[in-house]
Each structure stands twice: as structure tokens, then as C-alpha cells.
């Protein structure tokens, strides 16, 4: 059984920084794209970050863009995520997710094409 767990969320002023990390247990982690997913209150899912299988490939949503950097230990079977300048509209629940994948498969930045999630690290901004 495939289980993901985040940490790292927590408050931090406008500016600030804060790295979350996602550590998986079960499966086979370096088979996995990883991705990164946050949920404002009323607000649908938005994509934040994406890394392959060998971490060579990464995309970023456009509001966090040139802001986070995501990053994977396959040998630690964790994927980071660090924010930089965090913004107010940062606020969210943060989810990592997992996708098994081929190595030829192209990225994906949907949500649905994610099938382990873990359970969540709340990240507020103040301004």
C-alpha cells in the first residue's frame, strides 16, 4: 500500500519561506511522478508543481513560478517543495500526490491522472 505523508506546512508572514516535504512509504518511489497540489478554502484544486520519475523534468504552475523549486531524493523516497516569497494568495492545504508512470510518459499537471494522495499540510501567509 501506497502511503504519502506532508510536512513542513505552518504560518509564516508575507516574504517568508517555508519547504514542505513528502516522504512515501510503499511501492516502488523512483516509478513515480510526483506532484504537488494545494486547496484554498471555496477554491478548486490548483496544480503547483510537478517532478519525473528521475527528477530531470519539472513544471510549475504560473503563480508560483520563479517562487518554489520542487525537488525528489529517490534514495530517500521523498519530494520537497521550497517556497520562497510567499504571498497571502499562498494560503492553501498543500498535497503531494504520486503518479505511476512510464518513463516516456509525458508530464502531467492533472489532478486526476494522480492516484496516491497524502493528506495534507496547511501553509498560511499573512500579509
Known amino acids: 500500500q501506497v502511503q504519502l505523508a506532508e510536512s513542513g506546512g505552518g504560518s509564516v508572514q508575507a516574504g517568508g519561506s517555508l519547504t514542505l516535504s513528502c516522504v512515501v512509504s510503499g511501492g516502488y518511489f523512483s516509478r513515480y511522478a510526483m506532484g504537488w497540489f494545494r486547496q484554498a478554502p471555496g477554491k478548486e484544486r490548483e496544480f503547483v508543481a510537478l517532478?519525473?520519475?528521475?527528477?530531470?523534468?519539472?513544471d510549475y504552475g504560473d503563480s508560483v513560478k520563479g517562487r518554489f523549486t520542487i525537488s525528489r531524493d529517490n534514495a530517500k523516497k521523498t519530494v520537497s517543495l521550497q517556497m520562497t516569497n510567499l504571498k497571502p494568495e499562498d494560503t492553501a492545504v498543500y498535497s503531494c500526490?504520486?503518479?505511476?508512470?512510464?518513463?516516456?510518459?509525458?508530464?502531467?499537471?492533472?489532478?486526476?491522472?494522480?492516484?496516491?494522495w497524502g493528506r495534507g499540510t496547511q501553509v498560511t501567509v499573512s500579509s
Open positions: 517532478i519525473s520519475r528521475s527528477g530531470g523534468e519539472t
Open positions: 500526490a504520486a503518479r505511476h508512470t512510464i518513463l516516456t510518459a509525458p508530464s502531467s499537471r492533472a489532478s486526476d491522472d494522480y492516484s496516491y
